[in-house]
T-cell receptor
Framework: QKEVEQDPGPLSVPEGAIVSLNCTYSNSAFQYFMWYRQYSRKGPELLMYTYSSGNKEDGRFTAQVDKSSKYISLFIRDSQPSDSATYLCAMRTGANSKLTFGKGITLSVRP | DGGITQSPKYLFRKEGQNVTLSCEQNLNHDAMYWYRQDPGQGLRLIYYSQIVNDFQKGDIAEGYSVSREKKESFPLTVTSAQKNPTAFYLC????????????????FGPGTRLTVL
């Protein structure tokens, strides 16, 4: 079993839809959880960061962590064509900054 | 402008050749990283460096080498020993390694796409 599993996609939704992106993990030592957005042929950029369990909201984006289920989610409300990108979940333990990434899911938002 | 630059953007290599990918940052970050990304794969850590003149192997270091002679620079050499080097290579940096248990964001460069002919 891989340490981090991410829904494979690709995912295509109409503009305005609510999008749910998910990752599961097996290492209970992970404490820091991140979502990166990567546009085609570009480097990833940090979108959301959450420490431990709970929800964090930033505009149209909500990151959710459920440590008891080892499950994290990113919700995108009122999705826009500019949200079309690959989304990577990543996580790390508290000991160092070695990030473990999911494979990424490519999202396409149709106008 | 502060940030991370990588060059070249595209690189072609013949089999048996060594090539060096450049990574420069002006963010005054101590820690730097090299990742490899393959289609449908997440990022995999090749090497990382906490401080000048020090670096550690990541998960897939075989066939790669690095140096860290200056704080701003962390070049990656893909050697002929790397069996499948065609990939997208990403450099990143962060303030430090987060050894104090604090989160610190990794900032990524724009990447170099390496193709072996």
């Amino acid at each position: 079993q891989k340490e981090v599993e991410q829904d494979p996609g690709p995912l295509s939704v109409p503009e305005g839809a609510i999008v749910s992106l998910n990752c599961t993990y097996s290492n209970s030592a992970f404490q820091y959880f991140m979502w990166y957005r990567q546009y085609s042929r570009k480097g990833p950029e940090l979108l959301m960061y959450t420490y431990s369990s709970g929800n964090k909201e930033d505009g149209r984006f909500t990151a959710q962590v459920d440590k008891s289920s080892k499950y994290i989610s990113l919700f995108i409300r009122d999705s826009q064509p500019s949200d079309s990108a690959t989304y990577l979940c990543a996580m790390r333990t508290g000991a160092n900054s070695k990030l473990t990434f999911g494979k990424g899911i490519t999202l396409s938002v149709r106008p | 402008d502060g940030g991370i630059t990588q060059s070249p953007k595209y690189l072609f290599r013949k089999e048996g050749q060594n090539v060096t990918l450049s990574c420069e940052q002006n963010l005054n970050h101590d820690a730097m990283y090299w990742y490899r990304q393959d289609p449908g794969q997440g990022l995999r850590l090749i090497y990382y460096s906490q401080i000048v003149n020090d670096f550690q192997k990541g998960d897939i270091a075989e066939g790669y080498s690095v140096s860290r002679e200056k704080k701003e620079s962390f070049p990656l050499t893909v050697t002929s020993a790397q069996k499948n080097p065609t990939a997208f290579y990403l450099c990143a940096s962060s303030i430090d390694l987060g050894l104090r248990g604090t989160h610190n964001e990794q900032f990524f460069g724009p990447g170099t796409r390496l193709t072996v002919l």
